[in-house]
């Protein structure tokens, strides 16, 4: 049975005569196994039918014996070990539980064959005892390497249906209530909690699984998984789980982060927003950028095939005939320092070292040359992502 056995001395006659005997009591053997065992099984009892642990008790006991005799092994009792292994990490038994129980099987076949054997047998059965633990550690190897098999097999299928629901959630928008429950209980989310997402590209996508690793470490509920061409990160809110914790661990991950939003039927949205804003990420970004912080960027890269228009119609007439690249690159600035700071005009005089009276006339002469008026709220905002819009054009030319 075990390849290992095979350079040691085989067992001697007498001792094959003990194991065979026990054999023929393999009942009582196992019975008394039971009554050893029920300390260490008592934290899994419940979880394992009675009859169940009886026959692979007795299965077992039946392969050390056999194994010890050197007798042949039939295909049901040699599968055993994996049978137990894999059958009791589907029904949640600890393995260290499982190991401690099975090792006990030692105690039980050294006691029974000494207790069959004769005074003169000791020397024999000693110098022998190494068969009985090669049978019984074999024995254990072979759960302990179907139980993790098993284990490993069952998260990667648990993993996968997590995904299945949350790529269900998202392709419904959150808009069906059954998908929406479904995909929570799966998912293990509150369908009336509070979620944060964040969107890295694929190449950063082993910061923000460390990110993740991290999170959930902390006992944070969360999924993640890729979205088209990003990874994305769900993280559910809660009392010790703020916005602040989850950015503080996104700390060096280049990524998009959506605002929170409430309800798990709005997570489809928050990824849509996360992954809006990680496109548009500046080259060279080291750490997470907030939607708040992006939305002319994002704007105007949902509307990249217009935004070249946008910037020509707005900005255009900068381009006009008899207008100096030094007079529209002084235009420029003042309206784009404007625009970034306060609004006050003192303050763009101050951050420009010129005099207020200077400002309003530059902003007169851009108002004579684009028609809109930089003071004036609605062209402020057409102005902002027209300027936003000239910029991302500047830089793909460049590149």
Request: charged letters at 25%; a negative charge; aromatic letters at 4%.
């Amino acid at each position: 049975m075990h390849d290992h056995l095979t350079a040691l001395p085989d067992p001697t006659p007498r001792v094959v005569q003990l194991a065979e005997a026990c054999l023929d009591d393999i009942d009582l053997l196992t019975g008394e196994w039971i009554d050893v065992v029920r300390p260490v099984r008592s934290s899994y009892a419940d979880r394992v039918p009675d009859q169940e642990f009886r026959n692979a008790a007795r299965h077992a006991f039946e392969l050390l014996l056999r194994t010890v005799a050197q007798l042949r092994v039939p295909d049901e009792v040699a599968a055993v070990s994996e049978q137990v292994g894999e059958r009791r990490a589907r029904q949640g038994v600890p393995l260290e539980a499982l190991l401690d129980a099975a090792r006990l099987d030692f105690r039980v076949v050294w006691g029974a064959m000494v207790n069959r054997a004769a005074p003169e047998d000791m020397a024999q059965l000693a110098a022998s005892a190494y068969h009985v633990w090669e049978a019984v550690e074999g024995h254990v190897t072979g759960i302990m390497r179907a139980y993790q098999r098993t284990v490993l097999e069952m998260g990667r299928r648990a993993e996968d249906e997590r995904r299945m629901w949350f790529a269900r959630l998202l392709d419904n928008a959150g808009r069906n209530p059954t998908v929406v429950r479904d995909a929570g209980l799966a998912l293990g989310f509150e369908g009336s909690g509070r979620f944060l997402c964040a969107a890295a590209a694929a190449r950063d996508g082993a910061r923000l699984l460390r990110a993740t690793a991290a999170l959930r470490a902390a006992g944070v509920t969360l999924q993640q998984q890729p979205v088209a061409s990003d990874e994305v990160l769900t993280v559910q809110l809660g009392a010790r789980v703020t916005p602040q914790v989850v950015l503080a661990q996104l700390s060096d991950v280049p990524c998009g982060v959506s605002p929170v939003v409430e309800g798990l039927a709005s997570v489809p949205r928050a990824v849509l927003l996360a992954t809006a804003t990680a496109r548009v990420l500046p080259a060279g970004e080291s750490g997470p950028r907030r939607l708040e912080d992006s939305w002319l960027d994002v704007l105007v890269h949902r509307t990249e095939e217009l935004s070249g228009e946008l910037a020509d119609d707005v900005l255009g007439g900068l381009n006009a005939t008899g207008v100096a690249d030094v007079e529209t690159a002084r235009l420029l600035e003042t309206v784009q320092t404007h625009l970034t700071g306060s609004g006050s005009i003192v303050d763009t005089a101050a951050a420009l070292y010129c005099h207020r009276n200077t400002v309003q006339q530059r902003f007169n002469r851009f108002h004579e040359l684009t028609g809109r008026d930089v003071r004036r709220p609605e062209d402020a905002a057409l102005i902002a992502l027209a300027l936003r819009a000239r910029e991302q054009r500047s830089v793909t030319r460049r590149n």
